[in-house]
């Protein structure tokens, strides 16, 4: 019997996390999260982790179950992701993936890559741009050098922007052209669900997600994160500009404003990339599950 991967996919605040849990309970099966943010329990609110009542209704993996302070990357997460999905399948032939993160997304559909070694002192010369403030400089670098890479990773991320570039100006080549070279053999047969909205619809939505982060605790929750505001896994929206907050670099008012449109940025972004991908089956974001389950059952040919 085959194995299928369902995987939801979106842009941020579109939906997935709902209609997930609807697909997992349908096929009854569990569901692994490949959203590089919510897998740290320090970062709860500002990450729109499910909330107790949706974790209860369904079985979630990879879901705050590393700390801020752990070493952990995309590499590590593949590994870890094929081995729970191993188990899982051997209980189902059907698992839920909501995808929050492309990178990590498609290191468990398709593998991890492998990029050659560069000249470290091209790194330290990106973080001293970094460090002097230059970050937008470096945006429109990775947008003239690799305009792929630009649409699909977190650009305000610095550590993911940097790790991008030094690979650009170290091999002459697109950071992305080092990407799915071998493609490695899965043991499943992935389904992509895509989610959308209209850009305006979508956006709205964005907004009020922040607004209602911040009437849950955001504020507080960045507070006591701050003084580890240097870590990697803090280097995200919705946290950074709140620490700038903190510097003193805005009022809160701006910060906030900060929040929604680099969110709103990522979005478009992201919608962007998984426009390019052909195997992507696409569904307005209030289509009712139920048609997106029989277009399921259709592709796997279920009765």
Not at 11 to 37: M, N, P, V, W, Y
Not at 127 to 150: A, C, P, R, V
Request: charged share 30%; net charge neutral.
């Amino acid at each position: 019997m085959n194995n299928y991967l369902i995987t939801v996919i979106g842009a941020t605040a579109i939906g997935k996390t709902a209609l997930g849990i609807q697909l997992a309970k349908h096929f009854k099966t569990e569901i692994i999260s490949s959203d590089s943010r919510q897998f740290y329990r320090e970062l709860k609110i500002g990450t729109a982790v499910p909330s107790a009542e949706e974790l209860i209704a369904t079985p979630h993996y990879f879901i705050q179950n590393k700390s801020i302070f752990d070493a952990y990357n995309v590499g590590q997460f593949e590994k870890d992701a094929l081995k729970k999905l191993e188990g899982l399948f051997s209980k189902n032939n059907i698992v839920i993936m909501v995808g929050g993160s492309g990178l990590y997304t498609n290191a468990v559909l398709e593998g991890f890559d492998d990029f050659p070694e560069v000249n470290p002192e091209i790194r330290l010369k990106l973080n001293k741009q970094i460090e002097n403030g230059e970050i937008e400089i470096l945006q429109k670098q990775l947008k003239d050098l690799d305009s792929d890479s630009y649409n699909t990773i977190e650009i305000e991320n610095p550590h993911r922007l940097i790790r991008a570039l030094e690979i650009c100006i170290g091999t002459g080549k697109p950071y992305s052209s080092f990407k799915n070279k071998n493609k490695v053999k899965r043991n499943f047969i992935p389904i992509k669900i895509g989610l959308t909205a209209d850009r305006e619809l979508m956006y709205e939505r964005i907004n009020k997600r922040v607004d209602l982060m911040l009437e849950e605790g955001l504020l507080e929750e960045a507070k006591k994160l701050y003084p580890h505001k240097e870590l990697n896994a803090l280097q995200t929206v919705g946290y950074r500009e709140l620490f700038d907050y903190f510097d003193g670099k805005y009022s809160l008012e701006i910060a906030v404003d900060e929040i929604k449109k680099n969110t709103r940025r990522f979005a478009k972004r992201q919608v962007t990339w998984n426009k390019k991908d052909p195997t992507i089956h696409w569904f307005d974001f209030e289509t009712a599950p139920s048609e997106i389950i029989k277009k399921i059952k259709t592709i796997i040919h279920l009765d």
